[in-house]
Structure formats: C-alpha cells, structure tokens
C-alpha cells in the first residue's frame, strides 16, 4: 500500500483542479487535474485502487488502462522523490 510521506501536503485549488505538493525536504510539485484526482485519493486515506477509481469516475472517456498505467508512472516519481512510501 503506498501512502504519503509524513509532512507530505497537498494543497488544491477547486477552481483549477490543480493542487501544489510540498515536502518536508522542501520539494514542491505543481500537479496537473489528473495527478491532483490521484494524489488526493490518497491523501484522504485511499488505496492505489482509490485513486483509480477516481481517475475513471473523473475521465470515463480515458481507457482504464492507461489511467493506470498514468497512475504507476506518477507514483512511481513520487515515490523516487520521497513523497509516497510503501506501508
């Protein structure tokens, strides 16, 4: 299961649909609509799972598939960098 890093925050902006990911470290990371849906699945206590089902239910036109594989692509970064952790 991955989650967010403690210290991790992410702050969005409803009327963009973007958000800004702040790390204890001192990264930031400006998040697309698509990343924000991901990103805030799990910052509200959801699975992986979580975050894809938000990315169908926001993208329905958008194969599964590939939100997923979108979805492993950004983790994965996020992961590298610090902000997500396996638990």
Do not use: K
């Amino acid at each position: 299961m991955l989650t967010l890093t403690p210290g991790v925050r992410v702050l969005a902006d409803p009327t963009t649909g973007r958000a800004t990911l702040t790390t204890p470290s001192g990264q930031v990371w400006l998040l697309n609509a698509t990343a924000t849906t991901a990103v805030s699945a799990l910052a509200d206590g959801g699975t992986v799972v979580d975050a894809e089902a938000a990315l169908v239910r926001a993208w329905p036109a958008v194969p599964a598939a590939r939100l997923r594989t979108d979805l492993d692509a950004l983790l994965g970064t996020l992961q590298q960098a610090g902000a997500v952790t396996a638990s």
